[in-house]
């Protein structure tokens, strides 16, 4: 279990000498402990029941963003902060010839955009409401502050299974620079 500090008065959460504000998974403020501890508990039965039900494996594939101020650099997209990127990538069984889940046919998914220091720790969050349709992937957004931002597979599989999503998405994170 991870150790965190519950400040009940602010409703916030310390984990590792960083706070959190509000809850990922909601976007709300922390209503309390409980609430914390439940978020921090071990995902030994989610992963349990990973394992008895086949998960359809997923790619997305041909990732490109785009915007007034977004420029890739390298394998960085740079993007300056308050102006509108997309992000559109196309969405394929990684079995190519097995079809993609009646649950990803017109839908939404909800995208973790981690903020990292040292390119690798996550510090702290965004999230991006992404639209599917016809296996085509549509993410609109803007960040509000300047850092390094990754999305990734890993963290995206994390919230996928913490709701029981039937499938799991391949590929490569995305990186981007918010700069001023």
Known sequence: MTDFIFDSQNQSVTVNGVTHLTNPLTGEVWQNEQE?????????DIQQASE?????????????????AARLVGD???VKVGTEFTLTADLQAADEEAPLPDSLNDTELMLMCERVV???????????I???KDAKVLLSGQFVNSGNYTISAARVNRGLA??????????????????L
């Open 162 to 179: 913490r709701i029981g999503a039937d499938f799991r998405l391949e590929f490569e994170t995305v990186e981007f620079d918010a700069y």
């Open 36 to 44: 914390v501890a439940d978020y921090f508990a071990p995902q030994a």
């Open 118 to 128: 040292d390119g690798q720790l996550p510090v702290d969050d965004m999230r991006y």
């Open 130 to 132: 992404a639209t599917i």
């Open 76 to 78: 960085i997209h740079w």
């Open 52 to 68: 008895q039900a086949p998960l359809a494996q997923l790619a997305l594939t041909d990732v490109t963003v785009t915007g007034e």
